[in-house]
């Protein structure tokens, strides 16, 4: 099948969980940035996705063998990097953050206890908000501690470098604290497109 055929694979729910996949590894860690999210970031890369969406930015990091382990100095420097006021919040991107929740969780529930909701998180995730909705407890407990996810699979025929925050137009940026409240998935309101 060539490359612009393929789809991107699509588990069933609960198939794919950290335990079995997770080494724990970071592809990357990028400090102040602007393009992962609304404001001034700290960006955490985790490695391993299985969705292997044709187009990926980022395929290096679908490997979860891909960079290094997550280490309590790298977690030291996150959080030091968001102390400063001019920082809004971190995002988790991939990878897929959601296989990696033994690293996002750690790293999440420490930002709460540091910062309560003065810092926000984001995540990118290739599962959408249905899916996480109906998988494993470490999947939901990692979305309760999100302000932001932009969910679903890249989709090379749906691309589109103009939109906000995502690279096809599957994508959704979602409000995650009202989406939970409301039981339906909210849409963030700063969206442009």
């Known amino acids: 099948m060539s490359q612009s055929m393929r789809k991107p694979n699509n588990p069933i729910p ?30 955490l890369y985790l490695s391993g996705c299985l969705f292997l969406c044709p187009g990926c930015y980022n395929v290096a990091a679908q490997s979860f063998h891909y960079g290094q382990p997550y280490s309590q100095a790298l977690e030291e ?3 030091t990097d968001l102390r400063h006021d001019y920082v809004q919040g971190l995002t988790l991107l991939g990878g ?27 995540s990118w995730t290739g599962y959408t908000w249905h899916e996480l909705i109906n998988d494993s407890y470490d999947k939901l407990q990692l979305l309760s501690l999100i302000d932001i996810l932009v969910d679903g699979r890249f989709l090379e025929e749906q691309k589109d470098l103009t939109l906000q925050f995502r690279g096809s137009s599957n994508q959704r940026i979602i409000d995650v604290p009202k989406s939970l409240a409301t039981g339906q ?6 969206l442009v497109r």
Request: hydrophobic share 40%.
């Open 77 to 79: 420097q996150i959080i």
């Open 96 to 122: 897929e953050p959601f296989l990696n929740t033994n690293v996002a969780l750690q790293l999440c529930r420490r930002i709460r206890a540091e910062f309560g909701h003065t810092k926000d998180i984001w």
């Open 14 to 43: 609960s198939e794919w969980q950290t335990k079995k996949y997770s080494l724990d590894y970071v592809a990357d860690y990028k400090p102040f940035n602007f393009v992962d999210g609304e404001g001034i970031r700290c960006s």
């Open 185 to 190: 998935v909210i849409i963030w309101d700063k």
